[in-house]
T-cell receptor, first 113, second 112 residues
Framework: SQTIHQWPATLVQPVGSPLSLECTVE??????LYWYRQAAGRGLQLLFY??????ISSEVPQNLSASRPQDRQFILSSKKLLLSDSGFYLCAWSNLAGRETQYFGPGTRLLVL | GEDVEQSLFLSVREGDSSVINCTYTDSSSTYLYWYKQEPGAGLQLLTY?????DMKQDQRLTVLLNKKDKHLSLRIADTQTGDSAIYFC????????????FGTGTLLAVQP
């Protein structure tokens, strides 16, 4: 069966510090991968998606970047965090072989102070 | 454009039925989804419906789809306190990316 992991679960970082959030998927090959942000009391905003290694599409201009160094690994980064980067970050995967269902990880709660 | 709308809040009493509504805009969506998010957790897929169906039932959950009006609803029968959560509907944009557009979520509060 497929599982998706995210870490860390919670992170408190000062403004201007770097960021690296990791997402890994097990039990599937060549998944589509997604990063979402959920700001407090808001819906989900798609930040990045990837259809393969090294292929990243950005949905909104922002202070963040994403990379996919391996088939089942998706990383969200920032060189200098802003206060507005605070939120709940969710990684998801889907597989073109089936319906377009996306399955979500447990999320990382980021607080920038 | 792509837009999915939901009411923000719904309060029901335990044992009653809950109906959460959603409207979407992309008539080419192939699948529509309902996800549940409990406090502090990720999103859990509850159910989905293919666009050529108008109803799907799964235990206490009933999904109704009105393609003409682009209206999707989720009915929870015999609502329990454990059903308290935020419920998101989502539509597919299609294509190779399998992108989903999510609504803003409806907070369901179940009163004992």
């Amino acid at each position: 069966s497929q599982t998706i992991h995210q870490w860390p679960a919670t992170l408190v970082q000062p403004v201007g510090s770097p960021l690296s959030l990791e997402c890994t998927v097990e039990g599937t090959s060549n998944p589509n991968l997604y990063w979402y942000r959920q700001a407090a009391g808001r819906g989900l905003q798609l930040l990045f998606y990837s259809v393969g290694i090294g292929q990243i599409s950005s949905e909104v201009p922002q202070n963040l970047s994403a990379s996919r160094p391996q088939d089942r690994q998706f990383i969200l980064s920032s060189k200098k965090l802003l206060l507005s980067d605070s939120g709940f970050y969710l990684c998801a995967w889907s597989n073109l072989a089936g319906r377009e269902t996306q399955y979500f990880g447990p999320g990382t709660r980021l607080l920038v102070l | 454009g792509e837009d999915v709308e939901q009411s923000l809040f719904l309060s029901v009493r335990e044992g009653d039925s809950s109906v959460i509504n959603c409207t979407y805009t992309d008539s080419s969506s192939t699948y529509l989804y309902w996800y549940k998010q409990e406090p502090g957790a990720g999103l859990q897929l509850l159910t989905y419906i293919f666009s050529n169906m108008d109803m799907k039932q799964d235990q206490r959950l009933t999904v109704l789809l009105n393609k003409k009006d682009k209206h999707l609803s989720l009915r929870i029968a015999d609502t329990q306190t454990g059903d308290s959560a935020i419920y998101f509907c989502a539509e597919t944009i299609g294509g190779a990316t399998n992108k989903l557009i999510f609504g803003t979520g409806t907070l369901l509060a179940v009163q004992p």
